[in-house]
């Protein structure tokens, strides 16, 4: 061991014993040469006595030997004890003189500065401590010698090959070998746990720098232990100078008396803010919120501070939050502006993308006859008049998903079953990626308004009608007098009387068609009356017997007002070309009126004595009458098609739509 520690007797070898056997034995030897002569005097009892004595003298010397051989056994423990403790402890073990050089070492502390220990005594320990941390060595030692208690602190160190470690110092004063004073230092390696500790600060700082708000990380004390990121953009942004740092926000800060700093500008915030936050380290309050403005030079931002306690005890530190609250509070004015609109003059619901209705105004239950809450969660069908066909409302949703908007007016009926005339838009709201979240209705009762304009309409419509009649009808009379004139003409120039009647015949059916459109209400030219008024009118001017034949329980079709008069001119030259070529030398021409392809088709036949243009015995100039008709015909919904059957000519006219359409009014 040691020899600074002490070791036990060294044995003694065999020669020795014997040497000192010998010393005995002759030391013994001569005491026995020459007796004294009280010896030569003691009488055989006393002889016995003594014998007595020295036996139990050596029992006692025996026993004593014992006794040194357990105690030297303990002692012998004892130093085995101390090594283990010593040597072989988990920290190492330094003694420092005042000088701050090392006296004494466990294996431990050699091995945790990477030296021998032999090597290791008097090194400087300031040499194995990182220059950085020197200060905090030598405030300890100072503090030590001056009688103060143990002291402790946190070194980074670095072995004898530059091999850097965290360390942790706990150290007295005390009187060394010799009587001066030395240090007893205990060396404990936290490197792991350092480490361990820096990873999980470093976990915190990015758990920290990932939440939006300001967030400051305080003590019990207070003081500023961790900020995040927007922390130091919140400092930045929100400075005197832009851009420049803010004073004392940083790590190391008292909080609280930064909060004062600010009583001459905020007097009423700055004092709230720190009484708040004494209160939830003090362990008062068991938080603490706050609102305030902050007024910059072009600019007015509102922020919310919050404080809370780390855990349950406000000695582990408390945490501080500040949120910029600008654009909720600007929203939340906007909202009070919005609640003033929306009691507007007009009914307004809001919906979401289901159509189900979220809100309404007052104005849409008075319109209505719906409270709010009958009508939340309900869709619009809720309002639906059978005035109006569900196609139709659904187009309105089609238009309003598709053009964002659609505007226009409605029937729509009120909780007690009354119809009621709508306008207003229905507009879809949409989030940034242009998906429909909500639907806003918006209307006003245009009832009154509409039947006023009805009843106008109608009015203007009666009064047009009737002077479109009377038009039709003075129309009429002077085509008529016209065609009278021609007639008279033709019978005083026989030459010429076919042309006339030709052109009497053309008049007569455009005085027919404003004849039919005057009788009707909105200038409705029936089919079947038409064509037979032109017969009948044909028949008058060439004498010769016209029949029509039109079916029982017919079904109205109208001609479309814009080829009214093109058919009757087609009409009545079908006719007269009927007549001219064989119904007048036989005295008959028959018209039939049958059902057609689809709803409003109809075919439309002429039969007569004779003979087709094309055959030979007709002349080519007589072919003129059926270029005329193919001229006048509709471009479309209108085919004429003629065929010879034996001595008979039939001529089929093939009409349908968009020349004819249903009289859905009769």
Same mark, same amino acid.
């Given at each position: 061991?040691?020899?600074?520690?002490?070791?036990?007797?060294?044995?003694?070898?065999?020669?020795?014993?014997?040497?000192?056997?010998?010393?005995?034995?002759?030391?013994?030897?001569?005491?026995?040469?020459?007796?004294?002569?009280?010896?030569?005097?003691?009488?055989?009892?006393?002889?016995?006595?003594?014998?007595?004595?020295?036996?139990?003298?050596?029992?006692?010397?025996?026993?004593?030997?014992?006794?040194?051989?357990?105690?030297?056994?303990?002692?012998?423990?004892?130093?085995?004890?101390?090594?283990?403790?010593?040597?072989?402890?988990?920290?190492?073990?330094?003694?420092?003189?005042?000088?701050?050089?090392?006296?004494?070492?466990?294996?431990?502390?050699?091995?945790?500065?990477?030296?021998?220990?032999?090597?290791?005594?008097?090194?400087?320990?300031?040499?194995?401590?990182?220059?950085?941390?020197?200060?905090?060595?030598?405030?300890?030692?100072?503090?030590?010698?001056?009688?103060?208690?143990?002291?402790?602190?946190?070194?980074?160190?670095?072995?004898?090959?530059?091999?850097?470690?965290?360390?942790?110092?706990?150290?007295?004063?005390?009187? &060394?070998? !010799?009587?001066?004073?030395?240090?007893?230092?205990?060396?404990? #390696? %936290? +490197?792991?746990? /350092? @480490? *361990?500790?820096?990873?999980?600060?470093?976990?915190?700082?990015?758990?920290?720098?990932?939440?939006?708000?300001?967030?400051?990380?305080?003590?019990?004390?207070?003081?500023?232990?961790?900020?995040?990121?927007?922390?130091?953009?919140?400092?930045?942004?929100?400075?005197?100078?832009?851009?420049?740092?803010?004073?004392?926000?940083?790590?190391?800060?008292?909080?609280?008396?930064?909060?004062?700093?600010?009583?001459?500008?905020?007097?009423?915030?700055?004092?709230?803010?720190?009484?708040?936050?004494?209160?939830?380290?003090?362990?008062?309050?068991?938080?603490?919120?706050?609102?305030?403005?902050?007024?910059?030079?072009?600019?007015?931002?509102?922020?919310?501070?919050?404080?809370?306690?780390? &855990?349950? !005890?406000?000695?582990?530190?408390?945490?501080?939050?500040?949120? #910029? %609250? +600008?654009?909720? /509070? @600007? *929203?939340?004015?906007?909202?009070?502006?919005?609640?003033?609109?929306?009691?507007?003059?007009?009914?307004?619901?809001?919906?979401?993308?289901?159509?189900?209705?979220?809100?309404?105004?007052?104005?849409?239950?008075?319109?209505?006859?719906?409270?709010?809450?009958?009508?939340?969660?309900?869709?619009?069908?809720?309002?639906?008049?059978?005035?109006?066909?569900?196609?139709?409302?659904?187009?309105?949703?089609?238009?309003?998903?598709?053009?964002?908007?659609?505007?226009?007016?409605?029937?729509?009926?009120?909780?007690?079953?009354?119809?009621?005339?709508?306008?207003?838009?229905?507009?879809?709201?949409?989030?940034?990626?242009?998906?429909?979240?909500?639907?806003?209705?918006?209307?006003?009762?245009?009832?009154?308004?509409?039947?006023?304009?009805?009843?106008?309409?109608?009015?203007?419509?009666?009064?047009?009608? *009737?002077?479109?009649?009377?038009?039709?009808?003075?129309?009429?009379?002077?085509?008529?007098?016209?065609?009278?004139?021609?007639?008279?003409?033709?019978?005083?120039?026989?030459?010429?009387?076919?042309?006339?009647?030709?052109?009497?015949?053309?008049?007569?059916?455009?005085?027919?068609?404003?004849?039919?459109?005057?009788?009707?209400?909105?200038?409705?030219?029936?089919?079947?009356?038409?064509?037979?008024?032109?017969?009948?009118?044909?028949?008058?001017?060439?004498?010769?017997?016209?029949?029509?034949?039109?079916?029982?329980?017919?079904?109205?079709?109208?001609?479309?007002?814009?080829?009214?008069?093109?058919?009757?001119?087609?009409?009545?030259?079908?006719?007269?070309?009927?007549?001219?070529?064989?119904?007048?030398?036989?005295?008959?021409?028959?018209?039939?009126?049958?059902?057609?392809?689809?709803?409003?088709?109809?075919?439309?036949?002429?039969?007569?004595?004779?003979?087709?243009?094309?055959?030979?015995?007709?002349?080519?100039?007589?072919?003129?009458?059926?270029?005329?008709?193919?001229?006048?015909?509709?471009?479309?919904?209108?085919?004429?098609?003629?065929?010879?059957?034996?001595?008979?000519?039939?001529?089929?006219?093939?009409?349908?739509?968009?020349?004819?359409?249903?009289?859905?009014?009769?």
């Amino acid at each position: 061991m040691d020899s600074q520690v002490g070791h036990p007797a060294t044995p003694l070898s065999v020669e020795e014993r014997l040497v000192l056997r010998q010393r005995a034995e002759l030391h013994l030897a001569g005491q026995s040469a020459f007796p004294s002569a009280e010896q030569e005097t003691l009488s055989p009892e006393a002889m016995q006595h003594l014998l007595r004595e020295l036996e139990v003298h050596q029992i006692e010397l025996e026993m004593q030997n014992e006794e040194l051989r357990r105690t030297q056994a303990e002692r012998d423990l004892a130093e085995t004890r101390y090594f283990d403790f010593y040597d072989l402890a988990p920290v190492g073990y330094v003694t420092v003189s005042e000088q701050g050089l090392i006296l004494q070492s466990n294996l431990t502390a050699a091995a945790m500065l990477g030296v021998a220990r032999s090597q290791l005594t008097l090194q400087p320990i300031s040499r194995f401590i990182e220059r950085e941390d020197q200060d905090t060595y030598n405030l300890l030692r100072k503090q030590l010698f001056e009688k103060c208690p143990a002291q402790s602190c946190e070194l980074r160190m670095h072995k004898h090959d530059g091999s850097p470690f965290f360390a942790r110092m706990d150290a007295i004063a005390a009187p &060394g070998d !010799d009587g001066a004073q030395v240090l007893r230092l205990v060396l404990v #390696d %936290i +490197t792991s746990s /350092k @480490q *361990a500790a820096i990873q999980r600060n470093a976990m915190d700082q990015a758990i920290l720098n990932s939440v939006n708000a300001a967030v400051v990380v305080l003590d019990q004390y207070g003081v500023i232990r961790l900020v995040n990121e927007p922390w130091q953009r919140f400092v930045l942004e929100n400075c005197v100078k832009p851009r420049s740092s803010a004073p004392n926000v940083g790590v190391g800060t008292n909080y609280p008396m930064f909060c004062l700093t600010n009583i001459h500008v905020h007097p009423h915030t700055a004092t709230a803010a720190h009484d708040g936050i004494q209160g939830v380290l003090a362990g008062v309050l068991p938080s603490f919120n706050l609102e305030y403005v902050y007024q910059l030079t072009n600019q007015r931002r509102w922020f919310s501070m919050c404080a809370l306690p780390i &855990g349950r !005890d406000p000695k582990h530190g408390i945490t501080i939050t500040h949120t #910029d %609250i +600008t654009t909720y /509070k @600007q *929203a939340e004015v906007d909202l009070r502006v919005a609640a003033v609109a929306f009691e507007t003059q007009e009914a307004i619901a809001v919906m979401d993308s289901q159509r189900r209705i979220l809100r309404v105004n007052q104005v849409f239950t008075e319109i209505t006859g719906y409270s709010a809450q009958e009508l939340l969660g309900k869709t619009t069908k809720i309002l639906r008049s059978k005035r109006q066909s569900e196609s139709s409302f659904e187009d309105i949703w089609t238009r309003t998903i598709n053009e964002g908007k659609e505007q226009g007016g409605r029937w729509l009926q009120n909780k007690n079953g009354k119809d009621f005339f709508a306008h207003g838009t229905t507009t879809a709201v949409k989030n940034q990626q242009g998906q429909i979240t909500h639907y806003v209705i918006t209307f006003s009762d245009q009832t009154l308004k509409q039947q006023q304009d009805q009843q106008r309409m109608q009015h203007e419509a009666a009064h047009r009608d *009737a002077l479109v009649r009377e038009v039709h009808h003075r129309i009429k009379n002077n085509l008529q007098g016209i065609g009278g004139l021609l007639q008279q003409f033709a019978s005083q120039k026989p030459e010429i009387a076919e042309q006339m009647q030709l052109v009497a015949g053309h008049l007569n059916g455009i005085s027919i068609i404003h004849g039919l459109q005057g009788r009707h209400d909105k200038s409705r030219v029936r089919l079947c009356e038409l064509t037979r008024e032109i017969a009948q009118a044909t028949s008058t001017i060439w004498q010769t017997e016209i029949t029509v034949d039109i079916p029982p329980h017919w079904i109205f079709r109208v001609v479309v007002e814009k080829e009214a008069v093109s058919m009757a001119l087609v009409l009545n030259e079908l006719m007269v070309n009927a007549v001219k070529h064989g119904g007048k030398a036989h005295g008959q021409v028959n018209v039939a009126i049958r059902q057609g392809l689809g709803a409003d088709g109809v075919e439309l036949s002429i039969v007569n004595k004779g003979h087709l243009h094309k055959n030979k015995d007709i002349p080519a100039g007589r072919q003129h009458g059926l270029q005329l008709i193919e001229s006048l015909r509709p471009r479309e919904g209108v085919t004429v098609t003629l065929t010879q059957r034996g001595d008979q000519v039939h001529t089929l006219l093939q009409i349908g739509t968009p020349v004819l359409t249903l009289d859905t009014e009769n």
